[in-house]
DNA sequence: CCTTGAGTTGAAGTGAACTTTAACTTGCAG
DNA sequence: CTGCAAGTTAAAGTTCACTTCAACTCAAGG
């Protein structure tokens, strides 16, 4: 069982140093130390690194990822299992993602044979006007109707 | 023609009127003055506002989205065939952004399966940590081999 | 030993996208 | 007219996600 230094993990993982040393600090990953203060880093913590970059391609905070890892154990690796509690977790915030994007695509679409964009009249928006009743701002993508 | 105030446009578009300042002084937006030194908004701006916002939500930055709008003449109101250019332009980004989305779901759910996610075996991230060559990080990804 | 590269820290800096503040001025209903 | 809501500015503050800096210490080859 054999540690990796901070260098090997930057490597391995494409995130700076920096970075890695940062989030430590921000309790997403964690490191033991040599006797000379230097860290060392288990092999399963590169799952964590791969884990919030995932993450924040995904277009989710800091904040989020890291309460999203602390629902790991913290007395063991990891297993399988728990990985893939927390990747099942992900997928479904990724797919609502993917989700609202299509609509956007798709309203931008039939947005283009009109090209509108207005905020009063287009469907893109705020179709008809009366959605201030539901708040304000793009409600037909944030927060479109049932159907 | 009647111009609006800038809280009407706040009220219409769901963005601060900070924001709306913010916006003019990196001229994303223009508008004219009155007497009283008060701006006082086109109509057709609200269109702009919609765009950048939409534009936000693809993942663009404000530069970005300021260069896109710089190609809209200035010295008219822009057509809806100035607006369907520069639309479909961003519906081609769009278009990316999901595909990299669907990428990423994809190769998550394979992953889920396994209960990996290591940056050297799991091919969500790097399979068979032979892509090194190829640059760091989550090559499958970012930047995914052709078929 | 000595040098050099790798690692450590806290604190300050960065850039993006705004918001807040303070001190005024305008517009308009009564 | 008056009063007050709405608008104006420059400058400073905020949050996020890091990076850079300065001043060290540690590890290992020659």
Redesign the pocket.
């Known amino acids: 069982m054999e540690l990796l230094?901070?260098?090997d993990m930057a490597a391995r993982s494409g995130v700076?140093?920096?970075?890695l040393?940062?989030y430590e600090k921000e309790g997403l990953i964690t490191s033991t130390r040599?006797?000379?203060?230097?860290?060392r880093y288990e092999r399963h913590e590169l799952r964590r690194i791969a884990f919030i970059r995932i993450a924040?391609q995904v277009g989710v905070?800091?904040?989020e990822i890291r309460s999203a890892l602390a629902a790991l154990p913290e007395n063991r690796t990891p297993t399988k299992t728990d990985w893939a509690r927390l990747s099942a977790r992900w997928q479904r915030k990724l797919e609502e993602r993917i989700t609202m994007m299509e609509r956007l695509r798709d309203q931008l679409t039939g947005c283009i044979g009109c090209g509108c964009l207005s905020l009063q009249r287009c469907s893109l928006i705020n179709p008809h006007d009366e959605l201030a009743s539901r708040g304000e701002g793009p409600q037909m993508i944030l927060n479109p109707p049932r159907e």
């Open positions: 230094t901070i260098s700076a140093q920096s970075a040393r940062f040599t006797s000379g203060n230097q860290r924040q905070s800091l904040e």
